[in-house]
């Protein structure tokens, strides 16, 4: 293959070209409620070309049939002459890289009989019916895949990986007459079989809160000082923040450019946040991102202050700053933009623990969990998959609906307490931009203490 | 490919099968910050089969369409071997000639790479205003799709799409206002629906530049035809015989109830010209016809494809849709409110302007909210009907006028309630997506400042 992708760049006439390959074996099985709902095993394959003339824009195909690479590659040649562009796009510099790598396979998922598969989601999606008669609907998801990828570029740059990936969930409905209530368990991992077994446990839970949320009140609308437990604290930086530090919403907007200085505070000097695609044998992991560009530890925002962002090698080169391995796309169907991988907020070393954090709240929300988050640039909204009041320094009772919204650089400066307790979610989904969806990514924080926030529910109460 | 996969999978599975087949090309040049800067084209082909075996239904998908169909058949009755029992008969030819819409149109299909990059431009000039910066992306796709079943049904389209999109960005210190709004179709875009797509994003950019106080309570809102999503899903979510049968739909049980104000009424309709939704015949060989959901406030039916339906014991309304990868699905084609007359082509291929922010239901607003975006729709328990959303584009009414934009509000209510009693509907419907929907006013929406 690298030779017939070699072959293929050597008979551009475009000043820079880059040829993706990919095929990829999945197998995805769901249950409904009791009933298998499918069991299928699907091939998916295909190429793109991205080219560049100089004074061009760039010129991109995508295509389903290899035999047609010759013929795309001339195609994207073409696009990039049709669409002049001034100033001119350049590339940052990365070097030339070669690398054969094949990353921890972990129990090959190609050789599990899909029955096998079928079994152990049967197992999870039991463990979530077995719960209470109350479970009147359960919805479980396994899906993995091996995907073989080839990338070269004019530039020396040829790579080979064998990317495994393998994702799990679980949606539990309760239900007591008009109530309905639900509870969400996912597990998404870069690796393999071995990688998914005993997790029944975690099934179990969500369905047990599904059953306890009938009973619980909704959360009483208002502001609080509410504690994101890790797995909502990660949801929030990557959606609240994260988006905003993708050079491509600022490099060519100057008002945006602005917003981002880096030096601005963003936050108390508690707040460190960065991206780590580099971090072993998480869902956003790879060696490089689909530039080439190897893929790094960056830091965004160090002691409050912004210090960094996210680039490809065009906006790099358009900031004149150094290209961190961001430049993503979901697959062959795709060009890479700049994308988060593994977004965190770092753990405060002597933060404590959660105990730590609630010890001096009155009245507040522990919100838990995500079933889903928003942003509209500067303004985000968060449904919690449920929460706990906090009275008096302890947690209490378990509340629903709890609903976040504000502002984000609001809400960063309203962070005054970060514990130590850092874990990365393992969870499936992934993230959608510009048509993009979804692309691996994983989070990750310690608790969080939001001093004041807005906490929907019985919004006004009117 | 799709004869003889067909017949394959005829002399291998002893419960039939179908397929559909599907190629498409896509040209696509993109404006960003106000320069070009891509033109991408793309070519995809693929198959998806379903089998029935011993009884047990299977699926299987492929883009690896010069394979031998032997390996695609084979993955397909795997699948089989673990399914549940089904009794699912794949239809047969219909009694009457597949009914006739339009979905090719050939000045979409021959415009040229500088068409779409002069259409561009031309957006761009238009939109270009001080201190903003304007995105705008031109897309065209021609696809061609066949389905076929063993039972001898089974029927093959061709399709234009042509999708114009803008955004508009003002950043003023952390203040972002984005305005956007997009048109598709099947066909290239007359200039009178340039002109409305542009008109449109003028009119609410202007009236967003004078930020205002939120009102708070529960107060008159008016949502339009974009910002009715909120409350549209719901109720789509509810209507889809999936749903349905899963136990979860709060309309599970209200067919030829009233349940919705009088004045309401919603169709899918998949004969529609000039909508890239519309086909002769689904995706899984049964012929398109238009579909009552609810009328005059009445729920009439929900929508089935062939599997649901015959869990459910029903028949499929024909709104079988399926991809290259999984199984058939229900899903809507064009859903279409208070037009439940005979199809009107003309009003098919129009993108409507805006006639007036608000569609002329403002005028009896003392104090309320015009809701053009929400924050966060789709997230959460959607079909239990209850919502709370943030606001992303909206509009302070007072005394019958939009006296600016709000931020720093939220709205909640429960979809099903409101739509109960609704206090009017705008005479400014269009389409959105594949919706056609006017603005609506309800009465007593729970508006929240922070």
């Known amino acids: 293959m690298i030779d017939r992708l070699t072959a293929a760049l050597a008979r551009s006439r475009a000043d820079y070209t880059e040829i993706r390959v990919e095929r990829t074996w999945s197998t995805a099985v769901t249950f409904r409620g009791r009933r298998l709902d499918s069991a299928t095993a699907s091939e998916d394959q295909g190429g793109f070309v991205r080219a560049l003339h100089a004074g061009g824009?760039?010129?991109?195909?995508?295509?389903?049939?290899?035999?047609?690479?010759?013929?795309?590659?001339?195609?994207?040649?073409?696009?990039?002459?049709?669409?002049?562009?001034?100033?001119?796009?350049?590339?940052?510099?990365?070097?030339?890289?070669?690398?054969?790598?094949?990353?921890?396979?972990?129990?090959?998922?190609?050789?599990?009989?899909?029955?096998?598969?079928?079994?152990?989601?049967?197992?999870?999606?039991?463990?979530?019916?077995?719960?209470?008669?109350?479970?009147?609907?359960?919805?479980?998801?396994?899906?993995?895949?091996?995907?073989?990828?080839?990338?070269?570029n004019s530039q020396g740059t040829i790579l080979h990986e064998l990317r495994p990936e393998i994702t799990l969930s679980g949606t539990a409905v309760a239900r007591r007459d008009g109530t309905i209530e639900k509870g969400l368990e996912s597990i998404?991992?870069?690796?393999?079989?071995?990688?998914?077994?005993?997790?029944?446990?975690?099934?179990?839970?969500?369905?047990?809160?599904?059953?306890?949320?009938?009973?619980?009140?909704?959360?009483?609308?208002?502001?609080?000082?509410?504690?994101?437990?890790?797995?909502?604290?990660?949801?929030?930086?990557?959606?609240?923040?994260?988006?905003?530090?993708?050079?491509?919403?600022?490099?060519?907007?100057?008002?945006?450019?602005?917003?981002?200085?880096?030096?601005?505070?963003?936050?108390?000097?508690?707040?460190?946040?960065?991206?780590?695609?580099?971090?072993p044998g998480l869902r956003g992991t790879l060696p490089f991102d689909d530039e080439g560009t190897p893929t790094q530890d960056t830091t965004l925002i160090k002691d409050g202050i912004l210090v960094g962002r996210l680039h490809s090698r065009e906006t790099a080169a358009a900031m004149g700053e150094r290209p961190t391995g961001n430049a993503r796309a979901t697959s062959f169907r795709h060009a890479p933009i700049v994308?988060?991988?593994?977004?965190?907020?770092?753990?405060?070393?002597?933060?404590?623990?959660?105990?730590?954090?609630?010890?001096?709240?009155?009245?507040?929300?522990?919100?838990?969990?995500?079933?889903?988050?928003?942003?509209?640039?500067?303004?985000?909204?968060?449904?919690?998959?449920?929460?706990?009041?906090?009275?008096?320094?302890?947690?209490?009772?378990?509340?629903?609906?709890?609903?976040?919204?504000?502002?984000?650089?609001?809400?960063?400066?309203?962070?005054?307490?970060?514990?130590?307790?850092?874990?990365?979610?393992?969870?499936?989904?992934?993230?959608?931009?510009?048509?993009?969806?979804?692309?691996?990514?994983?989070?990750?924080?310690?608790?969080?203490?939001?001093?004041?926030?807005?906490?929907?529910?019985?919004?006004?109460?009117? | 490919m799709i004869a003889p996969l067909v017949e394959l999978a005829r002399r291998r599975a002893d419960g039939g099968a179908d397929a559909l087949w599907r190629r498409f090309e896509r040209t696509t040049v993109a404006f960003e910050w106000g320069r070009l800067k891509s033109a991408a084209t793309t070519e995809e082909a693929g198959a998806n089969l379903r089998v029935r075996h011993r009884g047990r239904v299977g699926v299987a998908g492929t883009t690896a369409t010069a394979a031998a169909p032997d390996e695609l058949v084979g993955r397909a009755l795997a699948s089989a071997e673990l399914g549940e029992e089904l009794d699912l008969a794949f239809p047969g030819p219909p009694s009457a000639a597949l009914p006739t819409v339009t979905t090719f149109f050939d000045r979409a299909a021959n415009a040229s790479l500088d068409d779409l990059i002069g259409i561009g431009r031309a957006l761009l000039a238009r939109l270009e205003r001080e201190g903003c910066r304007v995105n705008v992306a031109i897309e065209r796709e021609t696809t061609a799709t066949r389905v076929a079943n063993t039972a001898g049904a089974g029927g093959e389209y061709r399709g234009t799409a042509f999708g114009v999109s803008a955004d508009v960005w003002r950043i003023a210190g952390d203040d972002v206002l984005v305005v956007s709004d997009a048109l598709e179709g099947a066909d290239l875009p007359s200039d009178?629906?340039?002109?409305?797509?542009?008109?449109?994003?003028?009119?609410?950019?202007?009236?967003?530049?004078?930020?205002?106080?939120?009102?708070?309570?529960?107060?008159?809102?008016?949502?339009?035809?974009?910002?009715?999503?909120?409350?549209?899903?719901?109720?789509?979510?509810?209507?889809?015989?999936?749903?349905?049968?899963?136990?979860?739909?709060?309309?599970?049980?209200?067919?030829?109830?009233?349940?919705?104000?009088?004045?309401?009424?919603?169709?899918?309709?998949?004969?529609?010209?000039?909508?890239?939704?519309?086909?002769?015949?689904?995706?899984?060989?049964?012929?398109?016809?238009?579909?009552?959901?609810?009328?005059?406030?009445?729920?009439?039916?929900?929508?089935?494809?062939?599997?649901?339906?015959?869990?459910?014991?029903?028949?499929?309304?024909?709104?079988?849709?399926?991809g290259i990868f999984g199984k058939p699905v229900p899903g809507y084609t064009n859903i279409v409110m208070n037009e439940t007359g005979a199809v009107t082509n003309v009003v098919g291929a129009r993108h409507a302007a805006p006639l007036q922010l608000g569609g002329g239901l403002l005028g009896s607003i003392q104090d309320g909210l015009?809701?053009?975006?929400?924050?966060?729709?789709?997230?959460?328990?959607?079909?239990?009907?209850?919502?709370?959303?943030?606001?992303?584009?909206?509009?302070?009414?007072?005394?019958?006028?939009?006296?600016?934009?709000?931020?720093?509000?939220?709205?909640?209510?429960?979809?099903?309630?409101?739509?109960?009693?609704?206090?009017?509907?705008?005479?400014?419907?269009?389409?959105?997506?594949?919706?056609?929907?006017p603005s609506v006013l309800f009465e007593g929406v729970s508006i929240a400042r922070r």
């Open chain 1, 57 to 152: 824009g760039w010129g991109v195909a995508s295509f389903t049939s290899l035999d047609r690479l010759p013929a795309m590659v001339a195609r994207a040649g073409d696009l990039s002459r049709a669409v002049p562009v001034e100033p001119p796009i350049r590339l940052a510099d990365v070097s030339p890289h070669q690398a054969d790598a094949l990353l921890d396979l972990d129990g090959d998922v190609r050789g599990v009989p899909i029955a096998e598969k079928k079994r152990l989601l049967e197992a999870y999606n039991g463990a979530m019916l077995a719960v209470s008669d109350r479970i009147v609907d359960t919805l479980a998801l396994y899906r993995d895949e091996v995907s073989e990828y080839w990338y070269v």
């Open chain 1, 188 to 279: 998404g991992l870069r690796r393999g079989w071995t990688s998914v077994q005993d997790k029944t446990a975690g099934f179990r839970e969500v369905a047990e809160r599904a059953v306890e949320l009938l009973d619980a009140p909704m959360v009483k609308g208002g502001t609080y000082p509410v504690v994101l437990d890790p797995e909502l604290a990660g949801v929030f930086i990557h959606e609240a923040f994260g988006h905003l530090s993708e050079a491509d919403f600022v490099y060519e907007n100057p008002q945006a450019r602005e917003m981002m200085t880096l030096g601005r505070r963003f936050g108390k000097p508690v707040l460190n946040v960065g991206d780590n695609g580099a971090a």
């Open chain 1, 339 to 462: 994308r988060m991988t593994n977004t965190y907020i770092a753990g405060a070393p002597g933060g404590g623990s959660f105990e730590d954090l609630i010890g001096d709240v009155k009245l507040g929300v522990y919100a838990c969990g995500a079933f889903g988050g928003q942003t509209m640039l500067e303004n985000f909204s968060f449904t919690a998959a449920y929460g706990r009041m906090i009275r008096d320094g302890r947690v209490a009772e378990l509340v629903k609906d709890v609903v976040l919204a504000g502002s984000l650089f609001q809400t960063l400066d309203r962070i005054d307490h970060i514990a130590a307790d850092f874990r990365w979610n393992q969870m499936g989904g992934g993230c959608g931009k510009a048509g993009q969806y979804p692309l691996p990514v994983t989070e990750g924080a310690p608790h969080v203490r939001i001093e004041e926030a807005l906490v929907g529910g019985e919004v006004g109460g009117a």
């Open chain 2, 192 to 322: 009178e629906a340039l002109a409305a797509l542009v008109a449109s994003i003028n009119a609410r950019l202007d009236h967003a530049l004078r930020l205002v106080a939120p009102p708070e309570g529960a107060l008159p809102v008016v949502f339009t035809p974009a910002g009715l999503s909120a409350l549209m899903l719901p109720v789509t979510q509810a209507l889809s015989g999936k749903a349905v049968l899963q136990g979860i739909s709060p309309l599970g049980a209200k067919v030829g109830a009233q349940v919705f104000d009088a004045r309401l009424s919603l169709a899918d309709d998949p004969l529609r010209v000039g909508r890239t939704a519309s086909r002769p015949l689904d995706d899984e060989c049964l012929p398109s016809r238009t579909v009552c959901l609810v009328e005059r406030g009445v729920v009439q039916r929900f929508i089935y494809d062939l599997e649901t339906a015959a869990r459910a014991q029903t028949e499929s309304t024909g709104h079988g849709t399926r």
């Open chain 2, 370 to 437: 015009l809701v053009d975006e929400l924050i966060g729709v789709g997230q959460g328990n959607v079909i239990g009907g209850a919502f709370s959303h943030p606001v992303a584009l909206a509009y302070r009414i007072e005394r019958g006028e939009i006296t600016g934009r709000v931020k720093d509000a939220a709205v909640a209510g429960n979809a099903y309630e409101l739509w109960k009693q609704v206090a009017g509907f705008g005479n400014d419907a269009r389409w959105t997506g594949s919706r056609w929907a």
